[in-house]
């Protein structure tokens, strides 16, 4: 099939020949309604004109940032990743991931579960609402994923195969690269400059060396450490939640990088949570959940990455008797601590990058009272640095709680 | 074309039809005469009948085990890593690379360079000869090809590119996985067990919780951390010398891997060296060159290492303005460092699997009075387990050559 952009009524046509999809509609008639509102593809609500619950959703990729338009080209290839991601995270672990009904990497399109009744956690979180079972799901998501696609589960074949089906997501590392590492942290016409022009936090931001060459490490890492199949961008807005289940959507920054990025990004997006709380709702008894959120989630997931890794004695890395079951044990613990401290220093970075470059998160760069959204960058900056500074010397999750609690 | 073992009559039919072969010949007749006794591929020297110092070399893989025959089957895929591997090297510095030809993977043959006024470094450290070149020529070799090839230089998606050339090299990875940082500590069919039992310092070794803990670290740097092109497999045999010419030959293993594994075969082939004149020649001259040459590899390694890269501004890592100057030079020097020390850690596990793994070096598996062969095992496991223990913490190219003297 060669790819040809859809609309509207032109996706119609398209379903109507894929049996994967009208198995799931039945004899019903099917209807189109274009919802998405993202930067990069459309996205169609497909659904039952007489049964409006029964539905999917279609996400098209545009060789083009669709929110600007034809003149700003960006390759359609990223929706090659996202499917592959999908469907590679659906195996692992069906219960986090929606499920796909129809995928064509030719067309750049994928079909899958419509989550009607779920919301962007984001706005959940903004909104003060807690989520009792996210910590649970999370945690066993973020462990399974990373654990079952390196090379301490894989073989050294399979991992090998894993790293060619994604080495050539290379346009959205590269905005990883520049826009996370580089570009929030030096004068840059991507950055928020309007913040920035005479803002002496900014640019003591932008001449603290010793911050600096620390996020060039990490950059460093997620260029060239090549632990686990990744999501790549695992903020609140790319998680579908509600009461029950939770949803990992949106995986097409995915690539084999450091396994800290994942857990960092979700992190970073909590932090930045908490500090909204602080400056502008100031609700204490909030505050206290997301503390405890973030060290639940923390905690479980190296129980259950350890808990995943004790079932396989043999993989690309261990051949089983190699070390006794002491050094095993110790070797193991080391290898998940290094993981805690990567994250922390990899939050911090995704951190700072909020402040001043291109891409805000709504929590800070959404809070309309300057004075207040002033406090929340200041706040963001603190946190950010002793993350980024301290990181590869963490020794406990406390710490990471106490960083947090002495900033604000 | 379709592939098809050769032999010396039929090689000569296939050579008659490539162009820039015959050009080197000219009108010549031309014969065949099989030169190698390697275990993996047909080596031929291909030459004038009239003038026989004119000639080339053909090499080709076969999909067994030649030295043991076709019931050993080894894919004859390496042949494509090898010759672009050997295309790679020779376009970042042909001096040390021999000249090619022609290549076909299809045919998984390569023609090239005949080094007949050259011998096999190995024998010749045997012998106790002084290369007075050899230190600044290696020094380049292994500071441009690993420099060019890394994210230091290249671009993002370059640098993906060149993962995805080596990425499939998977076999031999393997073998290099299992065979240095597995088997050789441990009870295994392949290791040379007739060394092995009843002798306590190999039983000291399989139970050596720290050293193999520390192995492991390595093992995992090998397989994960994507820093440059590297040769794969650089010892001594690999290089042919004389007074004036150093070339490196036989990049089968080649594949994107950590900085410090080549550095680390160099260092650890040569440390071999310095253990059979400490034990077999007792040549105190001999062994005092070889620490010089090693001091003189380092130190030239890291100093043409950061010339290299003080010559490119941007890269896949670096954006030019983000770091002042001062910063730069730190973290320059820092990074230079760090590869040292993976060095001197890759060369403890690459001397140690020498001791009792399948593959023993002439200098030490050669000596044929049983106890001084003990003796030089056991200095070889002595530096090894330091190198391996202290790696991540050595400051200076001093301490390594400490560690070599206080040994024997």
């Given at each position: 099939?060669?790819y040809?952009?859809?609309?509207?009524?032109?996706?119609?046509?398209?379903?109507?020949?894929?049996?994967?999809?009208?198995?799931?509609?039945?004899?019903?008639?099917?209807?189109?309604?274009?919802?998405?509102?993202?930067?990069?593809n459309?996205?169609?609500?497909?659904?039952?004109?007489?049964?409006?619950?029964?539905?999917?959703?279609?996400?098209q990729a545009v060789p083009?940032?669709?929110?600007?338009?034809?003149?700003?080209?960006?390759?359609r290839e990223r929706m090659i990743?996202?499917?592959?991601?999908?469907?590679?995270?659906?195996?692992?672990?069906?219960?986090?991931?929606?499920?796909?009904?129809?995928?064509s990497e030719e067309m750049s399109l994928?079909?899958?579960?419509?989550?009607?009744?779920?919301?962007?956690?984001?706005?959940?979180?903004?909104?003060?609402?807690?989520?009792?079972?996210?910590?649970?799901?999370?945690?066993?998501?973020?462990?399974?994923?990373?654990?079952?696609?390196?090379?301490?589960?894989?073989?050294?074949?399979?991992?090998?195969?894993?790293?060619?089906?994604?080495?050539?997501?290379?346009?959205?590392?590269?905005?990883?690269?520049?826009?996370?590492?580089?570009?929030?942290?030096?004068?840059?016409?991507?950055?928020?400059?309007?913040?920035?022009?005479?803002?002496?936090?900014?640019?003591?931001?932008?001449?603290?060396?010793?911050?600096?060459?620390?996020?060039?490490?990490?950059?460093?890492?997620?260029?060239?450490?090549?632990?686990?199949?990744?999501?790549?961008?695992?903020?609140?807005?790319?998680?579908?939640?509600?009461?029950?289940?939770?949803?990992?959507?949106?995986?097409?920054?995915?690539?084999?990088?450091?396994?800290?990025?994942?857990?960092?990004?979700?992190?970073?997006?909590?932090?930045?949570?908490?500090?909204?709380?602080?400056?502008?709702?100031?609700?204490?008894?909030?505050?206290?959940?997301?503390?405890?959120?973030?060290?639940?989630?923390?905690?479980?997931?190296?129980?259950?990455?350890?808990?995943?890794?004790?079932?396989?004695?043999?993989?690309?890395?261990?051949?089983?008797?190699?070390?006794?079951?002491?050094?095993?044990?110790?070797?193991?613990?080391?290898?998940?601590?290094?993981?805690?401290?990567?994250?922390?220093?990899?939050?911090?970075?995704?951190?700072?990058?909020?402040?001043?470059?291109?891409?805000?998160?709504?929590?800070?760069?959404?809070?309309?009272?300057?004075?207040?959204?002033?406090?929340?960058?200041?706040?963001?900056?603190?946190?950010?640095?002793?993350?980024?500074?301290?990181?590869?010397?963490?020794?406990?999750?406390?710490?990471?709680?106490?960083?947090?609690?002495?900033?604000?």
């Amino acid at each position: 099939m060669n790819y040809r952009v859809l609309n509207v009524e032109t996706i119609i046509d398209y379903i109507s020949n894929i049996k994967s999809v009208m198995n799931y509609f039945g004899s019903d008639e099917i209807r189109a309604d274009e919802i998405g509102d993202g930067n990069l593809n459309y996205v169609y609500k497909i659904s039952s004109v007489k049964n409006p619950q029964k539905a999917l959703i279609a996400k098209q990729a545009v060789p083009f940032l669709r929110c600007v338009g034809e003149d700003f080209p960006l390759s359609r290839e990223r929706m090659i990743y996202e499917i592959r991601a999908l469907q590679k995270f659906y195996t692992i672990f069906p219960s986090f991931v929606p499920k796909i009904h129809h995928a064509s990497e030719e067309m750049s399109l994928v079909v899958m579960d419509y989550l009607g009744s779920h919301i962007i956690m984001r706005k959940g979180l903004i909104g003060g609402v807690k989520y009792k079972n996210f910590s649970g799901h999370i945690s066993t998501y973020m462990a399974a994923t990373l654990y079952y696609t390196s090379s301490l589960y894989l073989s050294s074949a399979q991992k090998r195969e894993l790293v060619e089906r994604f080495n050539g997501n290379r346009e959205l590392c590269k905005l990883t690269e520049d826009l996370v590492f580089s570009f929030p942290f030096m004068e840059h016409e991507t950055n928020d400059n309007e913040n920035v022009e005479n803002n002496p936090d900014a640019q003591k931001l932008f001449s603290d060396m010793e911050f600096k060459e620390k996020v060039l490490e990490l950059k460093y890492k997620f260029m060239t450490q090549s632990d686990a199949l990744l999501h790549g961008d695992l903020h609140t807005g790319s998680i579908m939640i509600n009461e029950n289940d939770t949803y990992i959507i949106d995986p097409e920054f995915a690539f084999v990088g450091p396994f800290g990025f994942d857990v960092g990004a979700l992190l970073a997006n909590l932090v930045n949570n908490y500090i909204h709380h602080s400056v502008v709702t100031k609700d204490e008894d909030y505050k206290s959940w997301l503390l405890l959120t973030i060290k639940d989630i923390l905690e479980k997931f190296s129980e259950k990455f350890l808990s995943f890794w004790s079932e396989s004695k043999e993989s690309a890395l261990l051949v089983d008797g190699y070390l006794d079951e002491v050094s095993l044990k110790n070797y193991k613990e080391r290898f998940v601590k290094n993981i805690l401290r990567d994250s922390v220093g990899f939050a911090g970075c995704k951190m700072a990058r909020r402040v001043y470059g291109v891409a805000g998160v709504e929590e800070i760069r959404g809070i309309e009272d300057e004075a207040l959204r002033a406090d929340a960058e200041r706040m963001a900056l603190k946190i950010a640095r002793e993350f980024v500074i301290k990181y590869d010397k963490i020794e406990s999750i406390d710490e990471i709680l106490e960083i947090m609690k002495n900033a604000g």
